[in-house]
């Protein structure tokens, strides 16, 4: 399928906090103890099925818990948006996907990124491989669309203090991870998109992430029809306390929550 021949889109939320996910280790606050299943949050990623493909898009260190909990058979291809560990350190697992499928996966991300990969991964590229070890075909991604997995992407460029991250826009469906800063060409990207994700840390100012109220200032600025925010820390508050500040539209994302997204 490509872009204007969608006929189904959906994403399934993996995880939606932080680089240290929620509970944090330690934490005594009240969002780390609470008993509401939509306060615990794994490290960002989504699941992302189009017409029957499976794309994911980031595999954090929690990549096979979530895997495992989400029941996931088969995996067409994985779009990373940065290098950081809690977007990455989850690589390895991907080789039970080559057992399944027997076939290398099919990995999309920028050049930096696909550098990183080789350096962390190293003994996946090894030219006297151990068996077992993750089979990757790696692509970098450049401008433009490109094909993962048999859908079209449309890539483009955020800023995480001063590293470029990158976000995608598969249908009506935008997604944004690590922003702090998303530049006019990128809003432009995603004008006319129906379901925008994007992150939102904390409420306070931070240096490399979007807080709250700025989230809640480029959902106005690319105007969605609704929006779900990831990439929560504890700081946030709580699933409950936070939804009740939200306007019409915008939702906090948790772990497991599918969304229809019209192509």
């Known amino acids: 399928p490509i872009?204007?021949?969608?006929?189904?889109?959906?994403?399934?939320?993996?995880?939606?906090?932080?680089?240290q996910g929620v509970p944090v280790i330690g934490c005594e606050c009240a969002v780390c103890r609470s008993a509401d299943p939509?306060?615990?949050?794994?490290?960002?990623?989504?699941l992302v099925r189009v017409d029957g493909r499976s794309l994911l898009i980031d595999a954090g260190p929690d990549l096979r818990q979530q895997m495992l909990r989400?029941?996931?058979?088969?995996?067409?291809?994985?779009?990373?948006?940065?290098?950081?560990?809690?977007?990455?350190a989850g690589i390895d697992e991907l080789r039970a996907f080559n057992f399944k499928q027997q076939r290398p996966m099919d990995m999309h991300a920028n050049a930096a990124t696909l550098d990183a990969v080789r350096r962390m991964f190293h003994y996946a590229f090894a030219q006297d491989r151990y068996p077992g070890v993750p089979e990757l075909d790696l692509h970098a991604i450049s401008h433009g669309p490109f094909t993962a997995g048999g859908v079209e992407v449309t890539p483009f460029e955020v800023l995480h203090y001063n590293l470029?991250?990158?976000?995608?826009?598969?249908g009506g469906l935008g997604y944004i991870t690590d922003a702090k800063v998303v530049p006019?060409?990128?809003?432009?990207a995603l004008q006319g998109v129906d379901t925008l994700v994007v992150n939102a840390l904390r409420r306070k100012e931070h240096p490399s992430h979007l807080n709250l109220e700025q989230a809640l200032e480029l959902v106005r600025v690319?105007?969605?029809?609704?929006?779900?925010?990831?990439?929560?820390?504890?700081?946030l508050g709580s699933h409950a306390e936070v939804s009740a500040e939200l306007p019409?539209?915008?939702?906090?994302?948790?772990?497991?929550?599918?969304?229809?997204?019209?192509?």
Do not use: Q
């Open 70 to 88: 989400s029941d996931v058979k088969e995996l067409d291809a994985v779009l990373l948006t940065h290098e950081h560990m809690d977007h990455i």
């Open 164 to 170: 470029t991250v990158l976000g995608f826009r598969i």
């Open 3 to 19: 872009f204007g021949a969608m006929r189904s889109l959906t994403i399934e939320f993996l995880g939606t906090g932080t680089s």
């Open 184 to 188: 006019p060409e990128s809003v432009s």
């Open 38 to 46: 939509r306060d615990k949050r794994l490290r960002s990623s989504a």
């Open 248 to 263: 019409a539209g915008v939702e906090l994302a948790y772990d497991g929550l599918v969304v229809n997204v019209p192509v």
């Open 222 to 235: 690319v105007g969605p029809r609704r929006a779900y925010f990831i990439h929560m820390s504890h700081l």
